[in-house]
């Protein structure tokens, strides 16, 4: 058998069902975006709707209802770290998604510890192992929310996450994704093959199948 995608998966030739238009784009990250509102509350809200979206300079976006919270302190902040959970944070992110920092100091209903970013106008939580610190760039009002473009300022990382100075060992973030099909989370799960690499035996194989056309 050779290398091409539809037929390793095998699911080329079977009938594909319409599930109608959903947000279906899996996998949807989870992560928490931590702001501080006009009166400096750190607060943070879970969100799965969000991506880089800019390589250069590096860039995220984040989209929020403008009914939460978060989003009024986006808006007179200019800034937000996206503080990325670890598997044994998944209660704690559900958490953040079905209450307001309106209402609740969710800093100490979750026990993390606030901390303030030296280089944006936004609070990160000391007990996530990876922090994207973001300034906000522009600003888009897409159907029921608002998608936030963040430039990212800095990343911080916990020590214990780096394989060296600089090379995060994602495994050991052991980040979650949100499965938006069955509203579940899951971790990650084992490395595939090296990325810009593997492509190359489907490239082998198609140019060696042309060559035979040709011949
Ligand atoms: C898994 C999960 C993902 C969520 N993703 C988003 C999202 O991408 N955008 C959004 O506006 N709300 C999202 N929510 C809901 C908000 O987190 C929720 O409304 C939260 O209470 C807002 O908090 P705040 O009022 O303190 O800002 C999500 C909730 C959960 C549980």
């Given at each position: 058998m050779g290398l091409v995608p539809s037929a390793v998966s095998g699911y080329s030739c079977r009938m594909k069902r319409s599930l109608?238009?959903?947000?279906?784009?899996?996998?949807?990250?989870?992560?928490?975006?931590?702001?501080?509102?006009a009166k400096g509350k750190p607060n943070f809200m879970t969100v799965a709707w969000g991506g880089i979206c800019s390589s250069q300079p590096p860039c995220v976006t984040?989209?929020?209802?403008?009914a939460t919270y978060s989003h009024s302190a986006i808006v007179a902040r200019k800034a937000y770290t996206v503080n990325i959970v670890s598997s044994s944070q998944a209660a704690q992110a559900d958490y953040a998604g079905m209450v307001s920092g309106r209402d609740r100091n969710k800093f100490a209903d979750c026990q993390f510890?606030?901390?303030?970013?030296?280089?944006?106008?936004?609070?990160?939580?000391?007990e996530v192992a990876l922090v994207l610190e973001c300034r906000l760039m522009q600003t888009l009002d897409v159907g029921i929310h608002t998608m936030f473009v963040g430039e990212i300022m800095d990343v911080k990382a916990d020590e214990t996450v780096l394989f060296d100075d600089r090379t995060l060992d994602i495994a050991r973030v052991s980040p979650i994704?949100?499965?938006?099909?069955r509203?579940?989370?899951?971790?990650?799960?084992?490395?595939?093959?090296?990325?810009?690499?593997?492509?190359?035996?489907?490239?082998?194989?198609a140019e060696e199948s042309s060559a035979e056309k040709t011949e």
């Amino acid at each position: 058998m050779g290398l091409v995608p539809s037929a390793v998966s095998g699911y080329s030739c079977r009938m594909k069902r319409s599930l109608g238009s959903r947000t279906l784009a899996v996998p949807a990250p989870v992560w928490l975006i931590a702001t501080y509102d006009a009166k400096g509350k750190p607060n943070f809200m879970t969100v799965a709707w969000g991506g880089i979206c800019s390589s250069q300079p590096p860039c995220v976006t984040v989209s929020l209802r403008s009914a939460t919270y978060s989003h009024s302190a986006i808006v007179a902040r200019k800034a937000y770290t996206v503080n990325i959970v670890s598997s044994s944070q998944a209660a704690q992110a559900d958490y953040a998604g079905m209450v307001s920092g309106r209402d609740r100091n969710k800093f100490a209903d979750c026990q993390f510890t606030a901390g303030r970013s030296s280089i944006v106008d936004a609070p990160f939580i000391h007990e996530v192992a990876l922090v994207l610190e973001c300034r906000l760039m522009q600003t888009l009002d897409v159907g029921i929310h608002t998608m936030f473009v963040g430039e990212i300022m800095d990343v911080k990382a916990d020590e214990t996450v780096l394989f060296d100075d600089r090379t995060l060992d994602i495994a050991r973030v052991s980040p979650i994704i949100y499965d938006t099909a069955r509203r579940a989370y899951r971790g990650i799960g084992q490395e595939i093959g090296p990325g810009w690499e593997i492509g190359k035996a489907v490239r082998k194989q198609a140019e060696e199948s042309s060559a035979e056309k040709t011949e």
